[in-house]
C-alpha cells in the first residue's frame, strides 16, 4: 500500500509519562513507528513523505488560539526556567464544571490544564514539529485518495482521535483523521465515514463532527464505564442537530474476543452501507491487539488480515490514518496485516 510516513515524527520523544502515580517511559514511543516503518518495508510498501500542507484545514477544524498555543508550548515552558529544558511540563488543574474556561489564564500550568483533557499527555520540545507533519501526512493521504487511487496509509505520529478543537489529550494533539475527512470534503466530496477501531473511543473526533451530517463518525472501542477516556463514548451518543443519527457508538466489555469485536464490525459495516459515502476514513488503533499493555481486548495478531478483508468489503477509497498500539514488538506486524487483509480483500 503507498505510505505516507511523516519527517518528523522522532521529534516527539517525551522521556516519561505518568502511570498510577510513578513516571514510567512513554507507552506512545517513537520506537512504535520505527518498527511499522521497518515492517512496512521488509514487506515491500512504498514510503513517502507527506506532499501536502496541513496548516489550512488545521485552522478549519481547531481552534487557531490552541494551535497557537500547541506552536509556542515548548518556548514557553523554557521561558519560566532555562533548566525546564530537562523537564517536562503536565497540566495539574482543569476548569471542570462551574470553573471559568473562556479567560487564558497566564499561568503556563493553568493554560496547559485548560488546553487538556488529561494529565497523561506528554508535551516535548518537537512536539508541535511532529504533530504538524503528522497532520501533513494525513492530508497528503487524503489528497492520494482525490487523485483517484484506492486505498493510503498515513504513518503519523503522535495520534490524533483523542484531540478536539481546542484540547489535547490521550497523546492527541492534532486530529490527523479529523483532518483527513475534512479535506477529503474541503474538495468535492459530500460524505465521508469515518471508522474508529482503535481501543479507546475516538472522543475527539466524536465532538469535531457531532453536529454535522455530511461525516458519519462510528467508534469501536473499550466501554467508557471502566476504560479511557471514561467521559464520552456511550452507545446512546448519537448526534445532535442535523447531525442526530451520524454518530454511532459501540462500547464493548473488557475481554471482548476478535468473535464478538468482529460482529460490532459487521453491524458497522452495514450502517456505513446505508449512509453510501464516498470515500472511507480508518482511525486505524492497534491497541485491540492481545498483547496491548493498556488495553483489554483479545485480538490476535492473524485477525488483523480479517479486518482488513472485511473493511475492503466495502469497495470504497479507504485512508488508514495511525492511532493507538503498544505493544511495540508486534505492531509493525499487525498495522501491516490489516493493511495487506484490505489489499488482498
Ligand atoms: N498511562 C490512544 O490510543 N492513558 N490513546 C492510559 C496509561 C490514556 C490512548 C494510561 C490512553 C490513551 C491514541
Ligand atoms: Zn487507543
Request: charged fraction near 20%; glycine fraction near 10%; include cysteine.
Amino acid at each position: 500500500m503507498h505510505c505516507f510516513l511523516s519527517d518528523s515524527y522522532r521529534d516527539h520523544n517525551p522521556k516519561y509519562e505518568y502511570f498510577r502515580g510513578e513516571k514510567v517511559p512513554c507507552f506512545e514511543s517513537v520506537e512504535r513507528l520505527d518498527n511499522i516503518v521497518k515492517a512496512l518495508q521488509a514487506r515491500g510498501h512504498k514510503i513517502v513523505s507527506p506532499d501536502h500542507d496541513a496548516t489550512g484545514v488545521i485552522h478549519t477544524l481547531h481552534d487557531p488560539v490552541y494551535v497557537r498555543f500547541l506552536e509556542t508550548a515548548w518556548q514557553q515552558w523554557l521561558a519560566l526556567d532555562p533548566a525546564n529544558e530537562a523537564l517536562q511540563p503536565f497540566p495539574s488543574v482543569w476548569p471542570t464544571r462551574t470553573l471559568r474556561d473562556d479567560v487564558v489564564p497566564d499561568n503556563f500550568i493553568a493554560k496547559l490544564g485548560l488546553y487538556s483533557m488529561d494529565n497523561g499527555t506528554p508535551l516535548a520540545q518537537g512536539t508541535w514539529r511532529a504533530a504538524k507533519s503528522g497532520a501533513d501526512a494525513a492530508v497528503s493521504a487524503a489528497q492520494y485518495l482525490l487523485n483517484g487511487n484506492g486505498s493510503v496509509f498515513s504513518a503519523s505520529r503522535p495520534p490524533g482521535h483523542h484531540a478536539g478543537r481546542d484540547f489535547m489529550g490521550g497523546y492527541c494533539f492534532l486530529n490527523n483523521a479529523a483532518l483527513g475527512a475534512q479535506t477529503l470534503l474541503d474538495q468535492g466530496m459530500k460524505k465521508v465515514v469515518i471508522l474508529d477501531i482503535d481501543y479507546h473511543h475516538g472522543n475527539g473526533t466524536q465532538s469535531l463532527f457531532y453536529d454535522r451530517d455530511d461525516v458519519l463518525f462510528i467508534s469501536l472501542h473499550g466501554d467508557p464505564k471502566t476504560e479511557f477516556p471514561f467521559y464520552l463514548g456511550h452507545g446512546d451518543e448519537v448526534g445532535e442537530g442535523k447531525g442526530k443519527g451520524y454518530n454511532i457508538n459501540y462500547p464493548m466489555p473488557a475481554g471482548t474476543n476478535f468473535d464478538q469485536w468482529l460482529q460490532c464490525l459487521e453491524q458497522a459495516l452495514e450502517n456505513i452501507q446505508s449512509f453510501q459515502p464516498e470515500a472511507l476514513v480508518i482511525s486505524l488503533g492497534l491497541d485491540t491487539f492481545v498483547g496491548d499493555p493498556i488495553s483489554k481486548f483479545t485480538i490476535q495478531s492473524d485477525d488483523f488480515f480479517q479486518v482488513g478483508h472485511r473493511l475492503a468489503s466495502l469497495r470504497l477509497p479507504t485512508a488508514f490514518i495511525m492511532e493507538g498500539g503498544y505493544a511495540t514488538e508486534a505492531l509493525g506486524t499487525n498495522v501491516v496485516n490489516v493493511l495487506e487483509g484490505f489489499e488482498q480483500g
